[in-house]
């Protein structure tokens, strides 16, 4: 009985450990995407938009997110603003290449170099 008992406490003193090391890193993480957010998403999307704009000859010409980052938010030449789930799919493959390279862009001052292309297993 004592046995368990004490592998109960082990097991409870385990969980509150990784708790903690999980709320930790959600502190973390939520700090470093606010940081992004703030000091580099304004670029990201204004390179972004650029690109999406050129690559549909001008049929879309500004990129943003929502106000929670749930969804990106496309302006069109008619004053219209189309969520990403409206977009046909190869209008949707133009916007995450633009991201990219949106991504790419605003990361190269800093050295770090991002792949534009990566592989996949479909």
């Known amino acids: ?20 090391t999980l709320t930790l890193a959600d502190c973390v993480l939520s700090q470093t995407l606010a940081r992004f957010r703030e000091r580099h998403a304004p670029g990201v999307f204004r390179v972004a938009g650029e690109h999406l704009k050129a690559a549909t000859a001008g049929t879309y010409v500004r990129l943003e997110a929502s106000d929670n980052y749930a969804d990106l938010l496309v302006h069109d030449t ?36 991002l792949p534009l292309v990566g592989s996949q297993k479909l």
């Open 78 to 113: 008619q004053g219209g603003i189309r969520g990403s789930d409206a977009l046909s799919r190869g209008t949707k493959d133009l916007l995450y290449l633009a991201l990219r390279l949106g991504l790419a862009r605003e990361q190269a001052p800093s050295g770090v170099v």
């Open 1 to 20: 009985r004592e046995l368990l008992k004490a592998q109960r406490v082990a097991e409870r003193d385990t969980l509150r450990e990784r708790v903690a």
